[in-house]
Nanobody
Framework: QVRLVESGGRLVQAGGSLRLSCAASGSNFAFDAMGWYRQAPGKQRELAAIQTYGGSTTYADSVKGRFTVSRDDTRDAVYLQMNSLKPEDTANYYC?????????WGQGTPVTVSS
């Protein structure tokens, strides 16, 4: 059973930095894509950043230039380096992975950016 476990979410002041980590277990194959979604209270879940196995990355316009997604396929992990954080980045961040026809989600890690 594939499981994704996020860590690193915490309270941080605006302008600060944070790195989220997601460790996957239970898969014997490299994921086609791994990344991060986020959901703020009262809002739809949105893609923050994702990277395919081939290295292509996609970022939400709101995080471009500030967030960087990276993968460690040997360890089945994905990271999200978040710099210049804004209060608008406050959300529950969910690790996401795709393998063939299956989607996997972590339980979420909360990030709160204070003014």
């Amino acid at each position: 059973q594939v499981r994704l476990v996020e860590s690193g979410g915490r309270l941080v002041q605006a302008g600060g930095s944070l790195r989220l980590s997601c460790a996957a277990s239970g898969s014997n194959f490299a994921f086609d894509a791994m990344g991060w979604y986020r959901q703020a209270p009262g809002k739809q879940r949105e893609l923050a950043a994702i990277q395919t196995y081939g290295g292509s990355t996609t970022y939400a316009d709101s995080v471009k230039g500030r967030f960087t997604v990276s993968r460690d396929d040997t360890r089945d992990a994905v990271y999200l380096q978040m710099n210049s954080l804004k209060p608008e980045d406050t959300a529950n961040y969910y690790c996401y992975a795709r393998l063939r026809n299956s989607d996997y989600w972590g339980q979420g890690t909360p990030v709160t950016v204070s003014s």
